[in-house]
């Protein structure tokens, strides 16, 4: 008998639920062998879209959930309205054992809010991180993978040095499972390269993570070279990350902007410009990060994959494989893990040295 | 008789330094007819490069400074061991009052701290803020600038809600008379809309900030409307605002590497860049936000006006034509007496509801 991964897919949350959350699980039925997938949702709307789609009927249910949170609702008051909305029941089947990780499109601060007070938190992790992928230098195939992970990127606003280090632990962790990254290089976003800059948290961070061998930390970067793909993990507090990732996601509008000034100065520019204009719509697909793997929201006991609001069936399908690796490969053991061997190496260490709290 | 400002010009300072400062000074003697440029530098190197440019001599003399400190220099280090070199007798020239304005191209950290080591802050300002423009929408001619202003981007690196109302105060001073904006649209950079989004000294700064009249106030603004242009004026933490400076400057880098991408992937796409190259190569240069204008230091009784450490002569003149003008539209007066405005409507408010610290 072969271990079954449960995944629990929140089919009423997306801008195309759930018709193409429903393919997406469908198509990930018949690509995915040892998952079984959970779609939570509307079990008549449900059922009546599963029997028209390829699947395969031994590894998709559905589970009843009455009402759902809107994409632009407000997630506290819509949970406290809703208490059987799909990702509040969703997130319940996880918590109680019926599931061993969460997919969702819909609403980012309701499904992260579901999960935070249900699930438990990771021995010692203090604060959950949502991780986000994002395209860095533009190299491909099987080795070059064009992408950094950024965390955290909205679920921790203000951070402490010990929260960072955290998250260095589970980005690296992530990173090494999803993009078969063997030794991740994990970075502290600041605003200066030396140990010393930063606000006390990243200086509180950086004398704790140059201690570890765990991780392969090489220290600060700056803004410059996030684009760039210095580090193959980004940490950094809830609110910059949040910025960041916001600013980036605005590169692609930037780089069309820029085509766009171009088209009105010359005619060569112009001539160029229609040439160009099928790379420029590939370019902005690619600048586009949120149609790639979705955010993995880290540090609790079972993974949660946040696909984009926008996605379609095979961004939903994508999201599903993700969470699949992340239970096969023992994400949340690997991270527990490591926090351990540091919690064990930070005892271990002599009381005198340990005045600047680095982590312990 | 017309008054003078006079306007003191760190030599020494740039990677171009001292020929090419030395020329923009040069330059800006026969643009400005009401402004005295003191060089400060060796007087024996700046005695030889002078007579050899067109110049006004009766509006460019030489200040000797035996020593300046390298770019690359540790700003604290340098300054201690060379008590004489050219920034530091730059800035006593104005603290001493034999200068109204610094501009300089050399060490920021370096010139950020002589100045903030001699200068008195103005009455109201409680931390200083440096400045710095960079290119949004690319609309051009007289009345569409492509320009915002970003503050504070590295001076002051934690921040209270009072620092930011007071950053707010002064890069929109500093807009209106620079960029000849008669009411620019000044915000937050948080990590949502709502006025309760981010740390709690964004959160305070947002609730003193409605209040004002002062100022045009358009609220929160996120990562992704920073590129657009949607504020004249961004106000954050100088953390947060040396990573957004630094991801911006990235920015054509990203632009370039897109286009090299898309070479390899089509003939078609090969000929458009071809065509294209010229306008490649003008995007990079206006997404080069460092050729223009340089970043103010605001919040002291004098402006500094930083060019970038890359400026060629014209980058030099176009700087001091800008400390220039904040003397001549008395920038440091107009921030003083918008302070003093907020704090006497802080003090009329009911202390009722001054429970939440709006920036008194």
């Not at 271990?3 to 018949?30: K, N, T, Y």
């Not at 031994?58 to 759902?68: D, E, I, K, L």
């Not at 005619?267 to 719509?281: K, M």
């Not at 609790?300 to 494989?321: D, E, L, M, Y």
Request: proline share 4%.
């Amino acid at each position: 008998m072969r271990l079954m991964h449960r995944i629990v897919v929140d089919a009423m949350g997306g801008d195309h639920a759930p018709d193409e959350i429903v393919q997406g699980a469908a198509e990930a039925s018949l690509a995915l062998t040892s998952a079984e997938i959970i779609l939570v949702g509307d079990a008549a709307v449900l059922g009546r879209l599963l029997p028209k789609l390829r699947h395969d009927g031994a590894r998709v249910r559905v589970h009843h959930a009455p009402t759902y949170v809107e994409m632009d609702e407000k997630p506290a008051e819509a949970l406290a309205a809703k208490p059987e909305a799909s990702i509040a029941v969703a997130a319940d089947l996880v918590a109680r054992g019926e599931g061993d990780a969460l997919v969702s499109a819909g609403n980012t601060g309701a499904s992260v809010l579901a999960c935070a007070r249900r699930w438990t938190l990771l021995e010692g992790v203090r604060r959950a991180a949502l991780a986000a992928v994002f395209p860095t230098e533009l190299r491909r195939g099987e080795k070059d993978d064009p992408f950094s992970l950024i965390l955290d990127v909205g679920a921790t606003v203000d951070v402490t040095a010990e929260d960072l280090v955290g998250f260095a632990v589970m980005g690296s962790a992530y990173a090494k499972l999803v993009s078969s990254n063997r030794r991740p290089r994990v970075a502290l976003l600041s605003n200066g390269t030396e140990a010393n800059k930063g606000p006390k948290e990243i200086v509180g961070a950086h004398a704790a993570l140059v201690e570890t061998t765990e991780l392969n930390f090489i220290g600060n970067i700056e803004g410059l070279d996030i684009p760039r793909g210095v580090a193959d993990v980004v940490v950094t507090s809830g609110f910059v990350g949040n910025v960041v990732l916001k600013m980036l996601e605005g590169v692609s509008d930037t780089v069309v902007r820029l085509a766009r000034y171009a088209h009105k100065e010359r005619l060569a520019w112009r001539l160029g410009l229609i040439a160009l204009s099928s790379a420029i719509d590939q370019l902005k697909s690619i600048t586009d990060w949120q149609q790639y793997g979705g955010a993995p929201l880290l540090g609790f006991t079972h993974p949660f994959i946040k696909a984009h609001g926008r996605s379609n069936a095979r961004a939903v399908t994508n999201a599903i494989k993700v969470a699949h690796k992340a239970l096969a490969g023992n994400l949340c053991g690997n991270i527990a893990r490591t926090m351990a061997e540091l919690d064990e190496r930070a005892q271990k260490k002599p009381r005198a040295t340990t005045g600047s709290d680095p982590g312990s």
